[in-house]
C-alpha cells in the first residue's frame, strides 16, 4: 500500500536531512532545558529525534553532524501556532521533539560522566560495556574514534538504572551494544550479561556479533533475553570485505546459522539483523532480507549515514528514492514470509525503515511513557 504522508516525509528525511529554524531552536532549547538537540553519539543517530503525525519517528540528520551529506535539504523544523511542524517540497506535517533525559550530561557519584556508560534514544537506554571496538568497520565511527576499554559492570547497571528512573524520559528497555570485545574480555562481557539480566528490572535486548564463544544462547534465553541483534549489516562479499573484513572473515553462512538457531531457541520476532541501506546495491540487500526471514530472522534497515570522522565519510547515502524503493521490496519479502521488518518497538524505528503498524509497518509496541514536545 501507498505510504501516509508522515512516513513519506519520514524516508525524505532521512535521504535529506533538516535544517531548524530560528523560532523552532528556542523553542526546543527552552523545552530541553538548554541540552543538546542531539549528543550525536554514534553514526545513526546523529540527528533529532522527531515524532511525525501520530506515531512515525525519525533521527533526521543536521548540517551541525552531517555537513558531509546534509546541505540543500528543502526541509525545515519551524514553530507556528504553540507546536512544530515539518515543512517542506509539499509536505507540512505536525511534528513533536524527543526531549533529552535529564540524566544525559551528568555524572555519577564516582565523578565519570554518565554519558561515558550509556546514551537513552526514545524508549530504549543503550549500555556500552566496550568502548571503542575489536573490529574496525569503515562506516562505523567508534574504532575511529575511541581507545578500546572495559567498563565496570556496576556503573553499566547503575546508568540503566538512572535512565529507567528518569523523571523526563524514562527508559522502558534496555539494549546492550557498543563495540565488539576482544577474546580475552570475552568472560567479562557475558558476565555482564548475567548480571543485567538478573538484576535489572526491564526487558533486555543484547547486539553483539557473534563470536565463538560470546553468546550462549540457550543460557541467555533462560534468563530472560528480549531480543537478540546479530547484524549482518552488508550482505554483498565483495564490498562485506573491503569494508568490515573481520564481519567477513566469520562467513555469510556461520551468521545465518546463528540467527536460524537462536529464532529456534527465542521463538518468533525475537532475533533481528540488520542491514545498512546504501553500501551495496539494492538487490543484495534485499537478498540478505530474504536469507535472514527465511532462518526466522526479522529484518532491519538502517539507512547508511556517512559519519565525519569514518573513512566512509566521502561515500554518499543513500536517496529517499533508494530508501523508498528498498523499504517497499523488503516489505513484501517479509509479507510473503510472513515475518516482520523490524524493529517491533515503534519509538525505536526512529533511525530504521519502520512503521507502526496501524500506519504502513509491522512495529506494534511501546516499552515505555516517551516525551515529546
Not at 96 to 113: D, I, M, T, V, Y
Not at 165 to 187: F, K
Not at 281 to 291: K, Y
Not at 322 to 337: F, H, M, S, T, W
Amino acid at each position: 500500500g501507498e505510504l501516509l504522508a508522515a512516513e513519506q516525509l519520514k524516508v525524505r528525511l532521512l535521504g535529506d536531512g533538516i535544517d531548524l529554524s530560528a523560532t523552532a531552536i528556542d523553542y526546543v532549547n527552552e523545552q530541553n532545558a538548554g541540552r543538546p538537540m542531539t549528543y550525536a553519539d554514534y553514526a545513526s543517530t546523529s540527528g533529532v529525534i522527531l515524532m511525525l503525525g501520530d506515531d512515525v519517528w525519525v533521527n533526521a540528520p543536521l548540517s551541525l553532524h552531517n555537513p558531509n551529506f546534509v546541505a540543500d535539504t528543502p526541509f525545515t523544523l519551524d514553530y507556528v501556532d504553540d507546536g512544530l511542524v515539518v515543512r517542506g517540497d509539499g509536505y507540512l506535517e505536525r511534528a513533536k521533539f524527543w526531549l533529552q533525559p535529564a540524566w544525559h550530561g551528568r555524572s555519577n557519584e564516582q565523578g565519570e560522566a554518565y554519558n561515558s556508560y550509556a546514551f537513552t534514544h526514545a524508549d530504549r537506554v543503550r549500555i556500552s560495556p566496550i568502548e571503542g571496538c575489536a573490529l574496525t568497520c569503515k562506516f562505523c565511527d567508534l574504532p575511529y574514534e575511541f581507545r578500546y576499554r572495559t567498563k565496570r559492570i556496576d556503573g553499566l547497571l547503575d546508568v540503566a538504572r538512572v535512565a529507567q528512573a528518569d523523571p523526563i524520559q524514562p527508559a522502558g528497555h534496555v539494549l546492550i551494544s557498543g563495540g565488539t570485545p576482544r577474546p580475552a574480555d570475552y568472560g567479562y562481557v557475558r558476565d555482564l550479561y548475567e548480571a543485567a539480566l538478573i538484576g535489572l528490572d526491564m526487558p533486555v535486548d543484547i547486539m553483539m556479533v557473534p563470536s565463538d564463544g560470546l553468546l550462549d544462547v540457550p543460557r541467555l534465553a533462560e534468563l530472560g533475553v528480549d531480543e537478540f541483534s546479530i547484524n549482518i549489516e552488508v550482505y554483498n562479499r565483495d564490498i562485506a570485505r573491503k569494508v568490515m573484513r573481520k564481519k567477513f572473515d566469520m562467513g555469510i553462512e556461520y551468521y545465518l546459522d546463528f540467527i536460524e538457531r537462536a529464532a529456534e531457541v527465542l521463538g518468533p520476532a525475537r532475533v533481528r539483523s540488520m542491514f545498512m541501506v546504501g553500501i551495496e546495491p539494492t538487490d543484495d540487500t534485499l537478498a540478505g532480507v530474504r536469507a535472514v526471514a527465511e532462518r526466522g530472522g526479522v529484518p532491519v534497515l538502517s539507512p547508511f549515514r556517512p559519519d565525519p570522522s569514518t573513512p566512509m565519510r566521502n561515500d554518499p547515502p543513500p536517496s529517499a528514492e533508494e530508501l523508498l524503493d528498498v523499504y517497499l521490496r523488503a516489505r513484501d519479502i517479509c509479507g510473503e514470509l510472513d515475518v516482520p521488518l523490524g524493529p517491533r518497538c515503534i519509538p525505536c524505528s526512529h533511525n530504521t525503515l519502520t512503521f507502526a503498524r496501524h500506519g504502513s509497518g509491522d512495529a506494534h509496541r511501546h516499552y515505555g511513557s516517551v516525551t515529546v514536545v
